[in-house]
């Protein structure tokens, strides 16, 4: 799966998860985003992970600060 069509897919999710949902882009982080709390980053990560049928470790979810950084992980994920 291309890291295009990992977003694509993740726009999807985030309209769903959130009332206002943002447009995605690569460099966009949860400072960015009102309704973007902790909680809500629990929420989207189980989203995300039943979206895409994966599983994050608590360090790489840990290690998720931007979109980029799941469109990246997933990507490469899904192309093996």
């Known amino acids: 799966m ?3 069509d ?3 897919r993740l726009q999807d999710v985030f309209d769903r998860v959130f009332v206002e949902p943002p447009q995605l882009r690569m ?3 949860a400072a ?3 309704e973007w709390d902790s909680v809500k980053h629990v929420e989207l990560l189980l989203a995300v992970e039943k979206e895409f049928n994966q599983k994050f470790s608590v360090g ?3 290690g998720i600060q931007q979109v980029g950084d799941w469109v990246r ?3 490469a994920r ?3």
Do not use: F, K, S, Y
Request: charge should be negative.
């Open 2 to 4: 291309t890291e295009i």
């Open 6 to 8: 990992v977003l694509q």
């Open 27 to 29: 460099d966009l982080t």
């Open 32 to 34: 960015e985003v009102p």
């Open 60 to 62: 790489e979810a840990m």
């Open 73 to 75: 992980l997933l990507a």
């Open 78 to 80: 899904t192309a093996r």
